[in-house]
C-alpha cells in the first residue's frame, strides 16, 4: 500500500509539476537523462543536405538549468534538429523572459532581423506594414503536415489572428482558447459545514459569500473569513472578475456582437449593474478591505489560509493556488461550478482567441519551409497518441526529474487546440467503466490519481478530481463550448488606435473599478464610458468594425 500511495503521489507531482512549470516559462532541475537526438527515429520532413542555417532570438529564464556543458545552444533541440532535419539553428542573443519584448524591439529598430523569431500581436502587425515579413500561405500549404494543420485548423481563430489581407503571414503558437473560460470556484467543505446547495444563481453566490463571512466555515472561532477572493490584479486567472461580471451578462475587454455590430464589453451597462453589487458586497465586509493594493502572492496566501471560500478562475486553479488550500486544510475541497445567471437568461462564460503569440520569418530568408519542418517534426512526435514511451520522456522529463520541462528549450511547437475535451472525453469513459485501456500516458495518469482519490483515499489527488473527474472543471468547459461561452468576436491584430491608446484606456479601466467597489459613486463608471469614447474609444470601435466587416463569417 505505501509503494502503491507513492506511486500515485508521483504521478499526481509529475501532473502537477509539469503543468506549473508550462505557466511559469521555467524548469528549476538539472537534467539528468538528457538524451542524444540520434537514439530516436523521429517522423519529420526530408533532412537537407548541405544543412541549411537558421538565425533565431530566444527568452530563457534565468531558472533554467542544463546537465553538464549543454546549454540553450547545444541541447537535445538544437541536436535533433541539425541531425534529423539538417537545420543548424543558432541564437544571435539569449535573454531573460521580462526582457525579451524590449530586446527584440531593439533589435527590430537595427535592421538586423533574426531569420525566424517570435512575436505578439503589435510587432507581427508593424512588421507586417513595414514589409519585413515572409508571406508564408504557400510555405504552408506544400510544407505542413495533415497534422500539424489539423492542430492549427481546430480553433477557428487561429489562422485568422496571422492572416492579414488574405495571406497567412505568421504561424500561431496554438493553445485551447476555452482554456481561458472564467468558472465559479467554491469550498464545497465550507458549504457542506452550512448545509448549503450549489448556487443556481448570482444572487446565491452573493448570499453564500454573507454567510462564509458570518458563519465561521473554518470554525476557528475567529472573525477572520472573506467571502469572495480579490486583489488588484483584477482579470487575474484566479481571483480575477471576468467571471462575475459574465455572471450579469457584461464582458470586460472583450469586444461582442450586438445589432450586427461589435461593442466594447467594459462600457455596457451590465457592466455597471456587476459593479453595483461589488460595491454592496465591499460595503456588507464580503470582500477583503485591502484588495487594491493586494497581489496575486498574497491572494494565494489568503487562500492557503483558509480565509476566502468562493473565487472567480479557470479550469486549472486547484493545480494553483487552490492545491495550497487542501495542503494546509487536508479536508479543504474546491469544486467548480458554472457561471450563474442574476437573472432567468443563461449566463456565458467570456474568453478569447488562444493566440497569443505567432513565428514570423523575415523578408528574404532563402528557407522559411524551414520552420515548417521543426514544427511538424513537433506535431508529428508529440501530438499523436501512439507516441513512444521513450521518446516523450527524453523530451518532457520523467518521474525522476518531474520539473525537467525540455520543451521550453524551443520555441517552434504548437498545444492542440481540442485535446482537453477530447482526452477528458475519453477519460469520463474509462473511469465509468473502470478500465484504462486505450488510454494515452497523460491521459493514463490522471486516471490513476482519480481512482486513487476515490479507492484509496488519498486526499492530495484531489486536484485531478476537481479538474477532470466526473463534474470537474474540464466538463464545464465541455458545456461551455457547446453554448455556455462568449467569444471576444475581435481577434485581428491591434487596430491603429488600439496600438496607441488602449494600455492607457486600460490603466484607466482598473482604475475606476476600484474606485467603485470602495465607495466612490457609480457616476465614475458613466464618466469612465465618456472618457473611453473621447480618448480613443470612438475611433477604435470604428476600427474594429472595419475590421469586422471584412472578416466575420
Known sequence: MRKTKRAILISLFLVIAMFIAACSGSSTEPDQNDTAAEDFDLKADEKYSPPVEMMSVKSVDATVK?????????????????????????YLWVVDASQYSQKLSATVMSG????????????????????????LTDVYEAYASEKTKDVMEQDATALPVVTLEGRMMGLPLTDASIAGAPLLW?????????????????????????RFVKEDPDGNGLDDTFGLAMSKDLWSAYGGLQGFFNGFHAYPRIWIERDGSLVYGSVQPEYREALAALQEM????????????????????????????????????????????????????W????????????????????????????KGYPHPEAVMKMINLWTENFLQDDTDQKLRDAYLGDLDNPDVIKYKYTDFHLWEPNNMLTAHEKLSRALARRDPSGLNIDESQRYQIIAAYFDQGIKEAWVEVATNGENGAVSILNEIARDRGMLNRFYGAPTQTMSEKMAALHTMEEEMVIKVIMG??????????????????????????????????
Not at 487594491?292 to 492557503?304: F, M, N, P, T
Open 66 to 90: 542544463f546537465l553538464g556543458d549543454n546549454d540553450i545552444h547545444n541541447n537535445i533541440w538544437t541536436r535533433t534538429y541539425a541531425d534529423k532535419l539538417g537545420i543548424n539553428l543558432k
Open 112 to 135: 538586423e532581423l533574426p531569420d525566424v523569431f517570435v512575436v505578439n500581436s503589435l510587432l507581427f502587425k508593424l512588421l507586417y506594414d513595414s514589409e519585413m515579413i515572409e508571406d
Open 520 to 553: 466612490e459613486p457609480l457616476s465614475e463608471f458613466d464618466a469612465f464610458v465618456n472618457e473611453w469614447y473621447s480618448l480613443g474609444g470612438e475611433d477604435i470601435t470604428r476600427e474594429v468594425n472595419d475590421w469586422w466587416k471584412e472578416n466575420r463569417n
Open 335 to 362: 469544486q467548480a461550478f458554472p457561471i450563474p445567471s442574476i437573472d432567468d437568461k443563461t449566463a456565458k462564460s467570456q474568453y478569447s482567441a488562444a493566440v497569443y503569440s505567432m513565428i514570423v520569418v523575415r
Open 282 to 333: 465591499y460595503k456588507r465586509g464580503e470582500i477583503d478591505p485591502e484588495f487594491g493594493v493586494k497581489d496575486a502572492v498574497k491572494l494565494s496566501e489568503d487562500i492557503a489560509n483558509s480565509r476566502v471560500g468562493i473565487e472567480f478562475g479557470v479550469w486549472w486553479n486547484p493545480y494553483h493556488p487552490l492545491n495550497l488550500s487542501q495542503a494546509n486544510y487536508p479536508d479543504a475541497y
Open 186 to 210: 467554491i469550498r464545497q467543505d465550507w458549504m457542506n459545514k452550512l448545509g448549503m446547495a450549489p448556487p443556481q444563481s448570482m444572487q446565491d453566490v452573493m448570499e453564500m459569500a454573507a
